[in-house]
Structures are given as C-alpha cells and as structure tokens.
C-alpha cells in the first residue's frame, strides 16, 4: 500500500526495484489488495493498479514468496466516503477473486483477506464463498481484516482462518482486547499492518509530509501531532540503549509482545525505499530486555486521539463494533 499513492508518490521502477531488493534480502511475504494503487481516471471501483506493479515481480518471483491479497472495499480508498463501501456477498467475492488474480498474472493467491466486513451481511455468507475459492484452488488460506473477536469465531466455525490482519503497534493496542484472544483461541496468526504506526513511531514524520498524505486530518495526526511526540521521545530513548533505531524497536516490541502473549506475529512495515527494507529486516536481531518491554508497554497511556483513518465511522474498524 505505501509503494503508492496513499502517503506520497513513488516512481513505478523505484518501487519495483525495492519489491525485488526485500525478496533478494530473504522477504518472502508480500501484502497487497485489489483497492491499492493509484486509481485510474474515470474508474471509482478498486484501483488494481497496485497488484498490477506487484505481477512484474511476481511474472520472475513467484515461487519465491507467499503472496496475500484482500477484497471487499469497493471504493477509491481515502479519497472519498466512497472509498469505505464495502461488499462481501457471494457473487462479490467471486469476481473479486478474478480480478486479482488476473491483475497479479497468477493462478493462485497463498492468502486471501476479507478487507472489511459488510456490515449489514452475516459473514458466514462471506467466509462460505471463501470456502468455496479454496477447495477450488484459486486461494490456499482464508485470512480477515479487521475483525472483532466474536466476528472472528464465527467465521472460524465456517472454514479455518490463518490470519488475522488488523493494525496493532506500540501506540494502537486496542486489539489486544478481543481480536487477540480469539486468534490464539481459533489458531489464527497475526498479521500487525501499520506496525510503525504509519511512519510515526519512527520519528521522521513532520506537518508538511503529513500534510500531504491520507493521514491528513486524522486525530492522531492533525490537532494532537505534538503532544504524540511524547511517544517517538520513548521509543527513541530505549532504542538508543540498544544502538537500534526506532523502526527496528517498535518492530522488535511487537514480535516480543506475540512472543508474550504465545501468537505467532508476522509485522509487515511498508516503505518505498531498499535502505529502510534492509534497516527493517534488521529488526529481527534486536532483543529488548523485560525492562524494556515495560517501559514501551507504557508508552499506549501517552497516545493522544483515536486510531487513525476511520473516515469518521468508527465500525470501519473492530474497535468501533466492539
Ligand atoms: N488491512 C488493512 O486495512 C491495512 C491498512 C493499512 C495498511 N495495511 C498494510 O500494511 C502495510 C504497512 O502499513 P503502513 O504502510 O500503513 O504503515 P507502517 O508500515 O507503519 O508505516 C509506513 C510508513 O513508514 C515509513 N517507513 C517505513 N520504514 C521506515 C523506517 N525504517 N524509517 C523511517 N520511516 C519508515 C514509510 O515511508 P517511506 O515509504 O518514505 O519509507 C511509510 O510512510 C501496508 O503496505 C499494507 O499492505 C493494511
């Protein structure tokens, strides 16, 4: 998702040229979904264009990493309250899952993801026609976005879930709650998304290159920017302990935190540049001591404002349907 558009442009041959560079550094896993990518002129359904730049990879690469995409939003994402229209119905899923995998020059998806749940829709309906795409090869797992414990008990009851993808750092905790306890529960992984809090926890971020990205007047963000530094001056402070630095210490706290909590974690940081995928691998020598840990366990009570980006409904995540 960061390669384009959502929180500034990239070049299409720079972003290729950082795919292959994570893959060439032992990155086996890329996330993607149908609504990423610069959207077309004229076109208001998903952009496409983001798995399309990943199929160059892939047209060389494909058996070298586990490829996960996701449908459901129907939308241009962030542009518009259009952007959050959701579909999971039968037919939906069925030519969603066409769609990618004739953008992505592929005849199978590793990991498929429910993006967001159609809420007025019983998301057995959903996870039925998942069901269906993998006893007919088209998709190998069933993985969800977004949803809430109790969401993710029920469709567990329909068909194994082998991920849960819902954001989840050192500064956005709230899954920890009920979406964490029933993944352990139904022997789902987690996939943490935003695990450097969209940039922010690593400390580079300022106004103007907020300004001008999706993060743009969201709570976080906009009127409590300042006072959220109390957070980077944390995890800034314990990673100058270690001689790592901030990426590499929020990253290492949340492979500890599924360490702790017994969760298999699989933390995908995006970034457009080859320099930061190498400093982010890195972060899987990092160790943090129990101390450590403790003190950016705290660092969730200095958070000002709402998890971001919920395009002003709350249920667009599971915290605001819990
Ligand atoms: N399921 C969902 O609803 C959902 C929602 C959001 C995201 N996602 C997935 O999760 C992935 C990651 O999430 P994300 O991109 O929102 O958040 P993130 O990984 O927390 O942060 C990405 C931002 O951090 C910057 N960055 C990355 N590594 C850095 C480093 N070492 N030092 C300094 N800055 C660094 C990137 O900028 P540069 O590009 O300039 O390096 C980018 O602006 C997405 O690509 C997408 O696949 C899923």
């Known amino acids: 998702m960061a390669l384009s558009h959502v929180y500034g442009r990239s070049d299409p041959s720079d972003a290729l040229r950082t795919v292959n560079h994570a893959i060439d550094v032992g990155v086996t896993f890329i996330d993607t979904?149908?609504?990423y990518g610069e959207p077309r002129p004229g076109s208001d359904g998903p952009a496409g264009t983001n798995e399309e730049l990943i199929a160059e990879v892939l047209r060389h690469r494909r058996d070298e990493v586990q490829l996960a995409t996701k449908f459901g939003i129907t939308g241009r994402i962030?542009?518009?309250?259009?952007?959050?229209?959701?579909?999971?119905?039968?037919?939906?899923?069925?030519?969603?899952?066409?769609?990618?995998?004739?953008?992505?020059?592929?005849?199978?998806?590793?990991?498929?993801?429910?993006h967001r749940r159609e809420l007025d829709r019983p998301i057995e309906e959903?996870?039925?026609?998942?069901?269906?795409?993998?006893?007919?090869?088209?998709?190998?797992?069933?993985?969800?976005?977004e949803v809430t414990g109790t969401e993710l008990r029920l469709a567990a009851a329909v068909h194994p879930v082998a991920a849960v993808q819902s954001e989840w750092s050192i500064w956005s905790r709230d899954v920890e709650r009920h979406v964490v306890p029933a993944a352990?529960?139904?022997?789902?992984?987690?996939?943490?998304?935003?695990?450097?809090?969209?940039?922010?926890?690593?400390?580079?971020l300022t106004?103007?290159?907020?300004?001008?990205?999706i993060r743009s007047g969201q709570p976080r963000f906009d009127q409590n920017f300042e006072a959220n530094h109390a957070v980077v001056e944390l995890v800034r402070s314990i990673a100058g302990e270690i001689n790592a630095t901030p990426a590499q210490t929020a990253l290492a706290w949340l492979y500890s935190r599924g360490t702790r909590l017994g969760l298999p974690v699989v933390p995908i940081p995006?970034?457009?540049?080859?320099?930061?995928?190498d400093e982010n691998a890195d972060s899987?020598?990092?160790?943090l001591t129990n101390e450590q840990l403790t003190r950016l366990d705290s660092a969730v009570w200095l958070v000002m404002g709402d998890r971001n980006l919920t395009f002003n409904r709350p249920q667009w995540i599971s915290a605001g349907r819990e």
């Open 184 to 204: 352990i529960e139904v022997g789902a992984g987690f996939v943490p998304y935003s695990p450097l809090g969209r940039g922010f926890l690593t400390g580079t």
């Open 270 to 277: 995006g970034t457009r540049h080859a320099a930061r995928v």
């Open 207 to 213: 106004r103007a290159s907020v300004a001008n990205s």
């Open 126 to 145: 959903t996870v039925g026609a998942m069901a269906e795409l993998v006893r007919e090869g088209k998709i190998r797992h069933v993985g969800l976005s």
């Open 284 to 287: 899987l020598t990092v160790a």
């Open 33 to 35: 979904a149908d609504v």
């Open 78 to 114: 962030g542009a518009d309250t259009g952007g959050t229209s959701i579909r999971g119905d039968r037919d939906y899923v069925r030519s969603a899952c066409e769609a990618s995998l004739r953008r992505l020059g592929t005849d199978v998806i590793d990991l498929y993801y429910m």
